[in-house]
């Protein structure tokens, strides 16, 4: 079953595809946007082992030419060095501001190619072909490109939406556990910022997603850019209600740096157990009854996710460092942070009070 997300933002919109067997159709589907039979597409190794031949073969039905770039997987590629070897390759190639280039891939390929087609020869348009669940319910709408550098993570960026987002479902299923249940992560979190129904969903399809079922998974996918797509739209300028999506991210957050952001820890995984602490957090100071945080805690762990700090891989973590990473958070101001709390599911809100007293020992308790 085929279904489409129309994400509008200003005066532009974009449609996300949601179906299987899209990457062979990626020909007709790009092809009202092409002035010429050819585009560029960037991937990583692989990504391109297993779905590149596929995406290639549906451009070809349509006389559709590729040239490739490929990159080394994992965080470290999103680098200036690549940057610049990306754009150089794709002009040396011919690219230029009537080209359309593919991000094939998970959100690395998705940001620094983003940013790629932002920059070469002021601005060339793009496609994403997110292959990760974190990158079709994440970064598939928001329009965030971004490098690293030294300073920190995603601190070399601009926000450039796509023409176009093509979720194939059938990626999915070629995609390692721990990646698929990173993904479930930022699912479940659409259900616990404000929506019980899809929470209900999600509680009652467990086994399925963690399972990768595509129709469950569709489902899911569909769900999730809804509702990221109208929170994002309502709130363009990242102010007001767009914090409700860093649900469980501040502790979250906390968890990576602590981890020192190595491979043991996966932002999904730490969002997971972030969103946990979130409810129990909000249980401690008597905003959310115990009943909610716990079921909010179960639905959570069904994942396959980790919901007890203490058990969480890249540990142990500590909960005075913890809180030294809560307050350098960049989303707090002069020392006043700010959490996403819940009343219940599907109840969150931005707490804008928090106290480092109370979170202090929280913490200790987490710990
Ligand atoms: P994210 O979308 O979580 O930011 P990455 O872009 O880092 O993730 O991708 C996570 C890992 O999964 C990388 O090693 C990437 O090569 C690999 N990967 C991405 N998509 C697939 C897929 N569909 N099948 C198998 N491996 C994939
Ligand atoms: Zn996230």
Request: aromatic share 4%; with cysteine; hydrophobic share 45%.
């Given at each position: 079953?085929?279904m489409?997300?129309?994400?509008?933002?200003?005066?532009?919109?974009?449609?996300?595809?949601?179906?299987?067997?899209l990457l062979?159709?990626?020909?007709?589907?790009?092809?009202?946007?092409?002035?010429?039979?050819?585009?560029y597409?960037?991937?990583?190794?692989?990504?391109?082992?297993?779905?590149?031949?596929?995406?290639?073969?549906?451009?070809?039905?349509?006389?559709?030419?590729?040239?490739?770039?490929?990159?080394p997987?994992?965080?470290?590629?999103?680098?200036?060095?690549?940057?610049?070897?990306?754009?150089?390759?794709?002009?040396?190639?011919?690219?230029?501001?009537?080209?359309?280039?593919?991000?094939?891939?998970?959100?690395?390929?998705?940001?620094?190619?983003?940013?790629v087609?932002?920059?070469?020869?002021?601005?060339?348009?793009?496609v994403?072909?997110?292959?990760?669940?974190?990158?079709?319910v994440?970064?598939?709408?928001?329009?965030?490109t971004?490098?690293?550098?030294?300073?920190?993570?995603n601190l070399?960026?601009?926000?450039?939406?796509?023409?176009?987002?093509?979720?194939d479902?059938d990626?999915?299923?070629?995609?390692?556990?721990?990646?698929?249940?990173?993904?479930l992560a930022?699912?479940?979190?659409?259900?616990?910022i404000?929506?019980?129904?899809?929470?209900?969903?999600?509680?009652?399809?467990?086994?399925?997603?963690?399972?990768?079922?595509?129709?469950?998974?569709?489902?899911?996918?569909?769900?999730?850019?809804?509702?990221k797509?109208?929170?994002?739209?309502e709130?363009?300028?990242?102010?007001?209600?767009r914090?409700?999506?860093?649900?469980?991210h501040?502790?979250?957050?906390?968890l990576?740096?602590?981890n020192?952001?190595?491979?043991?820890l996966?932002?999904g995984?730490?969002?997971?157990?972030?969103?946990?602490?979130?409810?129990r957090?909000?249980?401690?100071?008597g905003?959310c009854?115990?009943?909610?945080?716990?079921?909010?805690e179960?639905?959570?762990?069904?994942?396959?996710?980790?919901?007890?700090?203490?058990?969480?891989s890249?540990g142990?973590?500590?909960?005075?460092?913890?809180l030294?990473?809560?307050?350098?958070?960049k989303k707090?101001?002069?020392?006043?942070?700010?959490?996403?709390?819940?009343?219940g599911?599907?109840q969150?809100?931005?707490?804008?009070?928090?106290?480092?007293?109370?979170?202090?020992?929280?913490?200790?308790?987490?710990t």
């Amino acid at each position: 079953s085929a279904m489409q997300v129309t994400v509008a933002l200003g005066e532009r919109s974009y449609d996300i595809h949601i179906a299987s067997g899209l990457l062979s159709r990626a020909g007709e589907l790009t092809k009202p946007i092409l002035k010429q039979p050819r585009v560029y597409i960037v991937t990583d190794e692989n990504v391109a082992k297993i779905h590149l031949e596929t995406l290639k073969a549906g451009l070809a039905k349509e006389g559709i030419s590729a040239f490739v770039e490929v990159l080394p997987p994992g965080e470290s590629t999103k680098c200036y060095a690549n940057l610049e070897s990306t754009i150089d390759a794709l002009m040396a190639q011919g690219a230029d501001r009537n080209d359309v280039v593919i991000a094939l891939g998970g959100g690395v390929i998705g940001d620094l190619t983003g940013l790629v087609a932002g920059l070469l020869k002021r601005g060339m348009r793009f496609v994403q072909v997110p292959t990760t669940l974190l990158a079709q319910v994440d970064s598939s709408v928001g329009g965030k490109t971004a490098i690293n550098s030294k300073m920190g993570k995603n601190l070399i960026g601009l926000f450039n939406q796509p023409e176009m987002v093509i979720a194939d479902q059938d990626v999915l299923q070629t995609l390692p556990v721990r990646e698929l249940r990173a993904g479930l992560a930022e699912v479940i979190k659409y259900g616990l910022i404000d929506d019980v129904e899809f929470f209900e969903f999600i509680e009652q399809n467990a086994e399925k997603l963690n399972a990768a079922d595509p129709e469950i998974l569709s489902e899911a996918v569909r769900v999730s850019c809804e509702a990221k797509a109208r929170i994002v739209s309502e709130d363009e300028t990242e102010r007001g209600k767009r914090a409700l999506l860093n649900l469980g991210h501040t502790f979250a957050h906390a968890l990576e740096r602590a981890n020192g952001f190595g491979p043991a820890l996966l932002h999904g995984e730490a969002v997971g157990t972030g969103m946990a602490m979130a409810f129990r957090y909000s249980q401690a100071l008597g905003l959310c009854s115990g009943q909610e945080a716990v079921r909010a805690e179960k639905a959570i762990f069904a994942l396959g996710l980790e919901t007890d700090v203490r058990k969480l891989s890249g540990g142990p973590y500590e909960g005075d460092a913890l809180l030294e990473h809560m307050m350098h958070d960049k989303k707090t101001e002069q020392g006043n942070l700010t959490l996403i709390l819940a009343k219940g599911i599907g109840q969150s809100y931005i707490e804008k009070q928090v106290d480092a007293d109370s979170l202090r020992a929280f913490l200790k308790i987490e710990t």
